[in-house]
């Protein structure tokens, strides 16, 4: 079981570009969401998905949206990128409430 | 208004004796908690966690205790290896597949 992936690790973008971050949960687990984690604070909450739908979202612009596939996969797309969306964005993937599986993270600097 | 507080931003123990980090929450529908472990450049590392029915949960050297009167939770490791310093993470959630809300983290250092 290879866990929670998310791709890439890394990446540097210009303020206004668009950026897609994928996710591949847990096998078995069919709810993914989503969270920026900004340097020193705890990880906030994005959105979530299941069953191809947004269920939940958290306090974040429209510019952050999602899309989930059919093999729970995932892709966060931020549009019109800010400094501000320099970040660590998590994907955690989960099967009950009393767990929720993180992935490495994608590293995003906007310059 | 930050619903999950973790009030020590760093705490250092020596190898071999107890840690014990703290976690205060102010939202009562929070019913499911939450501990991660994270090191730097990887995701949280799930470590345990505990219903609001119980009032404790073991795994090994880890220990989550919740205190629902007083709204705080404490892990407890024993005993504290110097492979455990990272910074760890309180989380709540209001039941089901509600989203996590996390508290600012508490950086552990373990002394050899």
């Known amino acids: 079981d290879a866990g929670v992936t998310q791709s890439p690790t890394h990446l540097i973008k210009t303020r206004g570009q668009q950026v897609t971050l994928r996710c591949s949960p847990k096998?078995?687990?069919?709810?993914v969401s989503w969270y920026q984690q900004a340097l020193g604070q705890g990880p906030q909450f994005i959105f979530q998905?299941?069953?191809?739908?947004?269920?939940q979202r958290g306090n974040f612009p429209d510019r952050f949206s999602g899309h989930q596939f059919p093999n729970y996969s995932s892709e966060l797309n931020v549009n019109a990128l800010l400094l501000g969306d320099s970040a660590l964005y998590l994907c955690?993937?989960?099967?009950?409430?009393?767990?929720?599986?993180f992935g490495q993270g994608t590293r995003l600097t906007v310059v | 208004d930050q619903q999950v507080k973790q009030n020590s931003p760093s705490l250092s123990v020596q190898e071999g004796r107890i840690s014990i980090l703290n976690c205060d929450y102010t939202?009562?529908?929070?019913?499911?908690f939450l501990w991660y472990k994270k090191y730097p450049a990887e995701g949280p590392t799930f470590l345990i966690s505990?219903?609001?029915?119980?009032d404790k949960n073991e795994d090994g050297r880890f220990t989550v205790f919740l205190n629902k009167s007083a709204k705080h939770l404490s892990l407890h490791i024993v005993p504290s290896q110097p492979g455990d310093s990272a910074v760890y993470f309180c989380?709540?959630?209001?039941?089901?597949?509600?989203?996590?809300?996390f508290g600012k983290g508490t950086r552990l250092s373990v002394i050899a």
């Open positions: 955690a993937s989960s099967s009950s409430p009393l767990e929720a599986f």
């Open positions: 505990i219903s609001s029915i119980k």
């Open positions: 939202n009562s529908m929070f019913d499911y």
């Open positions: 989380a709540a959630r209001a039941g089901g597949n509600t989203p996590l809300v």
């Open positions: 998905y299941y069953e191809e739908e947004e269920r």
């Open positions: 096998s078995g687990h069919d709810t």
